[in-house]
């Protein structure tokens, strides 16, 4: 999937609206929506710990392309997939033939289970996040289809809501339990900024990522994973175990989250393995977030970098996530000059590295991965350069043929 303007995509989705949907979409009923995928650029396994994470939106996105119907039904036409998929707001049901289409369903369900009053409508979808890749192409898929129909019935719903709204539609209506990051950066990301999140309270700032002369360069390992659910499970038992042993010593502490490197190091030596490791890695992930905000708001990539590299080896060494593969694009990237750092990125044991290298390094990098990583794992590695740009937007629609 080759990256292809938004403006294209709105074209593409009005002409398959005309030609496989039958509509003629028309400047006053039609509607179009974009949501990015994003990256993670510091804060793994925070989430869950109540902590902090600082993900960027990436200039990958999916697009809708809707008009409202007169009626209760809802049809929905995948480009990517090829495919029609069609139901009635009151019966909103998975489409074991069209699985794409359930991520939808699951934001109209939940649209209307928390009040919100819609109608019919007709919507093509097309996108170029990478799927399945751990750059959430189905939160910017959720948070597009829901600022459409935000724009189409005047819904009026904030960035953060719709961040609640589509995590939901994951969680409870396509039965997938993730966090609550990649539906929020998706929705209220800023173009050349990261997104400070408090997992906790969903308090966020915008921090100025100052990427003139640096861009971030993602790596997908493109390793099948197969631990990683059983693994995800075993890490949020032992952060739970790790959380109690500190909340049943220091008063105010109910998630690691809130326990500081200090109250770590004065309780570590009573502490068993493997929850002492554990713990250190997300009491210090936290705290390397905090800095990594404070050094970009200094504007010192290097200082971003160096905690982006420690975030690794704790990612490695003690929270025991990473594998071969990501370890191996991590090491070529923390050997190849311009490199402000690298980590892998997102729950781990396959998926994506990142790296913050100078605009002149990229092809060098790209190259070193090119070359020593097949020969290292046997994979063909996938390299995107990706920008921060901003989080979910309307698109007005020009009259069908003018656009
Ligand atoms: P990730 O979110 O890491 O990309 P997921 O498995 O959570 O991977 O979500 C991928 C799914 O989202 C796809 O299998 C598909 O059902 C849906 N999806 C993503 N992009 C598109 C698209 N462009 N068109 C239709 N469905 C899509
Ligand atoms: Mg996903």
Known sequence: MAPENTAEKVRRGLEALRTRLGVA???????????????????????YNDGFVFPMAIDREIVLVGQRRED?????????????????LS????????????????????????????????AVITGDVPQGSGLSSSAALEVAAITLLDGLFGLGIEPPEKARLGQRAENEFVGVACGIMDQFI????KA????????????????????????????????????VDSEYNARRRECEEGAAFFAARIPGVKALRDVTMEQFAAYESELPEPIRRRS?????????????????????????????NQSHISLRDDFEVSCR???????????????????????????CAVALVHKDQVEALSAAIRETYPEETGLTPDIYVFSAVDGASVLAVESEGSA
């Open 192 to 227: 050349g900024h990261g997104l400070f999140l408090d997992c906790r309270t969903l308090a966020y700032e915008h921090v100025p990522l100052h990427l003139e002369d640096a861009r971030v360069v993602v790596v997908n390992t493109n390793k099948r994973r197969g631990l």
């Open 280 to 308: 250190r890695h997300v009491v210090s992930e936290c705290q390397r977030v905090l800095d990594s905000v404070e050094a970009l708001k200094a504007g010192d990539l290097e200082r971003f970098g160096q905690l982006m």
């Open 186 to 189: 998706s929705a209220a990301g």
């Open 325 to 351: 593969e990501l370890d191996v694009i991590v090491e070529i990237a923390w050997k190849t000059p311009g490199v402000y750092g690298a980590r892998m990125t997102g729950a781990g044991f396959g998926g």
């Open 25 to 47: 979409a028309s400047a006053s009923k039609g509607l179009a929506a974009r949501a990015p995928g994003r990256v993670n650029l510091i804060g793994e396994h925070t989430d």
């Open 91 to 122: 019966r909103v049901e998975k489409d074991p033939q069209a699985p794409w289409s359930d991520y939808v369903r699951g934001v109209v369900d939940v649209l209307q289970k928390a009040g919100y009053r819609l109608g019919g409508f007709d």
């Open 72 to 88: 209760e039904v809802v049809r929905l036409y995948s480009l990517d997939y090829d495919q029609e998929s069609q139901f009635t």
